[in-house]
């Protein structure tokens, strides 16, 4: 037989032995499996908090406001609500629970055409969302009282999401009103407000929100 074609012979059935252990080897082989995708975090999607009985004193909108800040790269933007409505619970001169809600589709600013903005599903989605509740679960006492009196815990239900949400405040029990007041950061991203703004001027995750709400006397039982 001439030699190139024993060669060639050869070479065929090497390529062959080659390509059979291949596939076995891909055979054996384990299948790809898809990893499922992870568990959504645990507190997305807290109820809100039975309020406790007591006294109860709803807020005066003409005395009180509830205030935000946004701030991206270049600057910052100032805002609030027109509607909001709220009150606190008290027990033994106490506050024991406090509750609020926002009308979203009452958003103002500094400047019209962000207000505008705001309400959009690019943030608040107020078509779908209208409203922004909070709901204490405790009020405790700070541990070095001064400017800021307690600590509230609880449950804010906003943009379709029910997350806790943990603020310092300044709680006074006076004779005629009861009165709140708070500064605090949220990360908007928590609740779903994830739009970023333009490339180069990107939008702050944490927004300050700012409460100073009265409560006069007049009281009703909560049930």
Not at 65 to 76: D, N, Y
Not at 116 to 141: C, N, Q, R, W
Request: glycine share 8%; net charge negative; charged share 20%.
């Amino acid at each position: 037989m001439p030699v190139m074609l024993t060669t060639t012979l050869l070479m065929s059935l090497l390529a062959c032995d080659g390509g059979d252990e291949k596939a076995a080897v891909e055979s054996t082989a384990p299948a790809a499996t898809e990893e499922a995708p992870p568990p959504p975090p645990a507190d997305v999607d807290v109820p809100l908090p039975a309020v406790p009985e007591g006294l109860a004193h709803s807020v005066q909108g003409k005395d009180s406001f509830i205030q935000f800040t946004g701030a991206k790269v270049t600057g910052s933007h100032d805002g609030g609500f027109d509607k909001f409505s709220g009150q606190v619970v008290l027990k033994d001169d106490e506050v024991i629970a406090t509750t609020f809600t926002i009308d979203l589709r009452t958003t103002t600013t500094d400047n019209a055409k962000l207000a505008k903005h705001l309400m959009s599903k690019d943030f608040f989605h107020a078509e779908k969302y209208g409203e922004a509740k909070f709901v204490s679960s405790a009020i405790t006492p700070a541990e070095n009282p001064g400017a800021v009196t307690h600590k509230v815990d609880g449950v804010l239900d906003f943009h379709g999401k029910s997350r806790p949400l943990s603020f310092p405040a300044s709680i006074t029990v006076g004779a005629t009103a009861t009165t709140v007041t708070a500064t605090f950061d949220i990360n908007r991203q928590n609740w779903g407000v994830s739009y970023p703004g333009k490339p180069d001027d990107l939008i702050k995750d944490d927004v300050e929100l700012r409460l100073n709400l009265t409560f006069p006397s007049g009281a009703s039982k909560t049930e």
